[in-house]
């Protein structure tokens, strides 16, 4: 008898002391995604690669998500980025007035669109900034820019995904629901 009690003592309390594990589940609605290229809609060249390139490299590696190489229909998410503007700004001096860093600037608008419908789940747009240094030579400057091209990519793809993740059955139930 004292044997039972002392077992169920155990159980009862090595339940309240057990570690909690949370699961990090992506909303079954929303865990399918396709990437499409990114669309450039500035003047600058081969940002379209760079983005699409970052854009699966993020999703690809967060195992959050199924990447699907051909979208299911109804079931896939279809990400469609397109790179808004670019602007570039002088921010750092030396003593003779000679820009020594930038300030770049991209916005990207992202619409989320169900395989096989027309119309978007959600439209976002992602702003971040980024710095490069202009010291060294043209080709050293020029592959500092392309570096911080890159960086500011993994950035709004980083957030794109964390709303996809966040967002998501939200997303989804507004749609469901006929808001947005």
């Not at 008898?1 to 992506?26: D, G």
């Amino acid at each position: 008898m004292r044997f039972i009690v002392l077992l169920l003592i155990s159980l009862l309390t090595s339940c309240a002391t057990a570690p909690n594990k949370v699961a990090h589940v992506t909303p079954y609605k929303l865990n399918h995604v396709y990437i499409e290229p990114t669309t450039n809609r500035t003047a600058e060249e081969s940002l379209d690669v760079i983005f699409t390139r970052v854009a699966n490299e993020v999703f690809y590696s967060d195992p959050r998500f199924k990447v699907d190489r051909v979208p299911q229909p109804a079931v896939t998410v279809v990400v469609k980025p397109e790179v808004r503007s670019i602007s570039t700004f002088a921010v750092g001096f030396d003593r003779y007035d000679r820009v020594t860093e930038y300030r770049m600037e991209i916005t990207t608008n992202v619409k989320l669109i169900r395989y096989g419908f027309n119309r978007p789940l959600a439209t976002f747009t992602v702003s971040r900034y980024d710095f490069y240094s202009t010291k060294g030579t043209a080709s050293e400057i020029e592959q500092r820019r392309k570096e911080c091209i890159e960086r500011i990519a993994y950035e709004i793809f980083r957030e794109v995904a964390e709303k996809i993740f966040v967002e998501g059955a939200e997303i989804e139930s507004a749609n469901e629901t006929g808001g947005q």
